[in-house]
């Protein structure tokens, strides 16, 4: 995977991106190997691209029936590649390199350090033997609770345990696919069922630096431990919005989809829907008999996603937290960001904003073509498939199936980026950073 030859001319951004253009390659691949199809489906070209990119970036949009598409091998097929994009690229290929003993070089620290969205080189090596580990123990967790539990639905314990392992792992790695046909509605009475899917939601979204901190935590039994800023930050961001967006689900839908549920079956809905939207697209209710304030309002979360280094894509967390912590400050008329007993370093207030004018750019503009290619979809439709392409959510309302050729290529571009991320996708057109030799005279210019 790390030929410097190959490298050679390209900066570690283009580098990162050329390596997740190979991943989709061979997960195109494999998805047109002999047995990866029932007998008698037939799957395009392009559908099975749209495919390998959704699974490549642990989205779980699909244009068509997984569990009625895929065999047994398939769907294995489709669990790797949603590792493999959950993990990263670099973290598999680095411990592919641990594993035969090879020495892991500077560059290939660098390409680590850009796909985790790392600040420093220090520790990038342990960072991915950590994440690896914490992955994989929460996804066996997962599968062996929700396979027991999923006994109670199946004939044989091999059913169960197969719905149990693409569950935990779909629900973990944020991927979105499902193997039931119908998301998790089947289980849309079953609360532990949600509470387990919520959990394994929130432990890959949240961040794997936060992870790995508490991990440090509980080992070191609370003394001489202090978590970073970072973990702070994004905790903080993670629990308002899913408070937030299970009061504003709630109290929409009160009015209609819940009208008729109990208060706490209309709770763990609003719940599950608030966790899901920031990247993981399971729902356990019809996202489509929804208030078009509500799919509007989940657009926006989408729209936000994960936190950085997780399994999830959009503008981040940490973005979203700074730029409004920002904005409070400036009110407030100060310049400096003070939060949790820290400041907080300008470039990154500006690259908060670059990430945040970019997305609304892509958005806009991906918005006005999926207007023109797809005039069977409303407005709401429409801007719902790309937020959700764009933060690897996964939800639709139903217009994924319909979309044209070029609709296709607009999803696949947005779950790309929101894979990749929009920092390493500008610096990856920007090219080499070039210093500026002369500087020009400063001089203000009125705003607002």
Known sequence: MFKKKANQGFTPFQVLVLYYFIAIAVSFGLLRLPGVHQYGVEVSYLDTLFTAVSAVSVTGLTVFNIAETYTSFGLFVLLCILQLGAIGIMSLGTFVWLLVGKRI??????????????????????????????????????????????????????????????????????????????????YHLDYFVQFVTMILIVLGAIGFPVLIEVKTYLQRKHEGFRFSLFAK???????????????????????????????????????????????????????????????VFMSFLMFIGASPSSVGGGIRTTTFAIVILFLI?????????????????????????????????????????????????????????????????????????????????????????????????LYTLGGKKKKMVYRYPKERVIIG
């Open 233 to 295: 930050i994004t905790t903080a961001t993670y629990g308002v919005l899913f408070i937030v967006g299970t009061f504003v689900i709630f109290i929409i839908e009160s009015f209609q989809s819940f009208k008729e549920m109990s208060w706490h079956e209309a709770l763990f809905s609003a719940m599950f829907h608030s966790i899901s939207t920031r990247s993981a697209g399971l729902t356990t209710y019809d996202v489509q008999t929804f208030n078009e304030a509500t799919n």
């Open 329 to 425: 400050s400036y009110a407030n008329g100060r310049e400096e960001i003070q939060i949790f007993g820290r400041e907080i370093h300008m470039i990154d207030v500006f690259r908060s904003f670059v990430v945040i004018i970019l997305a609304l750019f892509m958005v806009l503009i991906s918005t006005m073509i999926l207007l023109i290619t797809e005039p069977h979809a409303t407005a709401t439709q429409i801007i719902f498939e790309i937020t959700s392409a764009f933060g690897t959510c996964g939800m639709s309302l139903g217009i994924t199936n319909d979309l044209s050729t070029a609709g296709k290529v607009v999803i696949m571009v947005l779950m790309f980026i929101g894979r990749v991320g929009l920092i390493s996708f």
């Open 105 to 186: 070089g500077m560059r290939e620290r660098q390409l680590i350090m850009i796909d985790h969205n790392q600040v420093n080189l220090s520790g990038v090596v342990h960072l991915i033997r950590e994440i690896i580990k914490i992955l994989l123990v929460i996804e066996s967790l997962g599968a062996i609770v929700l396979a027991i539990h999923f006994k109670r639905y199946f004939d044989t314990w091999q059913e169960a345990f197969t719905h149990g392992v693409f569950t935990a792992v779909s629900a973990t790695t944020n991927g979105g696919f499902d193997i039931t046909g119908q998301s998790l509605l089947p």
